[in-house]
T-cell receptor, first 110, second 115 residues
Framework: GQSLEQPSEVTAVEGAIVQINCTYQ??????LSWYQQHDGGAPTFLSY????GLEETGRFSSFLSRSDSYGYLLLQELQMKDSASYFC???????????FGQGTELSVKP | GAGVSQSPRYKVTKRGQDVALRCDPI?????LYWYRQALGQGPEFLTY????????KSGLPNDRFSAERPEGSISTLTIQRTEQRDSAMYRC?????????????FGEGSRLTVL
């Protein structure tokens, strides 16, 4: 099976940088994804890492270390609108099934 | 359509009734997924399709749950003899590719309440 661990809550101030970590256990591995979900909304895709290293998309970056079964999402220049839940998700060795973590609720304070 | 469309958006039913939830994926998307999401939790995988073929149904909780996608486009998730514990947000997502891509496009969900 697969399991993912991420912190349940993170708080940061506007303009700061925050890192949300994700560790995973899978019998196979095909990539780590990150999703954002605002209250009452649908999850929306942020990034995908299939290989080790850092992927940057604007204020958001995502990192993967396959040897450590670890990744993180880095959010820079935090804005109030970044307050949301963030989910990591992995695709394991059972084909196309994408398994989500329980989510990290990010609160951005003024 | 422009996005993944789910209907009904809200469904209230009595225990023991059957419900059918519909998902209309983005046009041309090959893969379609069903998830269930409880408040404050991550999406829980139920099942997924590539084209009309159900690839994995390991997440369906029991045999009261079934899904189909007969023509490789619209999908229906059916819950028979609903129970209160079935109350949740049911989300559909689609992807333009099969296989190993991490990007899914989610619909707004169908909120099911079983009284």
């Amino acid at each position: 099976g697969q399991s993912l661990e991420q912190p349940s809550e993170v708080t940061a101030v506007e303009g700061a940088i925050v890192q949300i970590n994700c560790t995973y256990q899978t019998s196979g591995f095909y990539g780590l994804s990150w999703y954002q979900q605002h209250d009452g909304g649908a999850p929306t895709f942020l990034s995908y890492n299939a290989l080790d290293g850092l992927e940057e998309t604007g204020r958001f970056s995502s990192f993967l270390s396959r040897s450590d079964s670890y990744g993180y999402l880095l959010l820079q220049e935090l804005q109030m609108k970044d307050s949301a839940s963030y989910f990591c998700a992995v695709r394991g060795n059972q084909g196309g099934k994408l398994i989500f973590g329980q989510g990290t609720e990010l609160s951005v304070k003024p | 359509g422009a996005g993944v469309s789910q209907s009904p958006r809200y469904k209230v039913t009595k225990r023991g009734q059957d419900v059918a939830l519909r998902c209309d994926p983005i046009s041309g998307h090959v893969s379609l997924y069903w998830y269930r999401q409880a408040l404050g939790q991550g999406p829980e995988f139920l099942t997924y399709f590539n084209y009309e073929a159900q690839q994995d149904k390991s997440g369906l909780p029991n045999d009261r749950f079934s899904a189909e996608r007969p023509e490789g486009s619209i999908s229906t998730l059916t819950i028979q003899r609903t129970e209160q514990r079935d109350s949740a947000m049911y989300r559909c997502a689609s992807s333009p590719k099969t296989g190993n891509t991490g990007e899914l496009f989610f619909g707004e969900g169908s909120r099911l309440t079983v009284l």
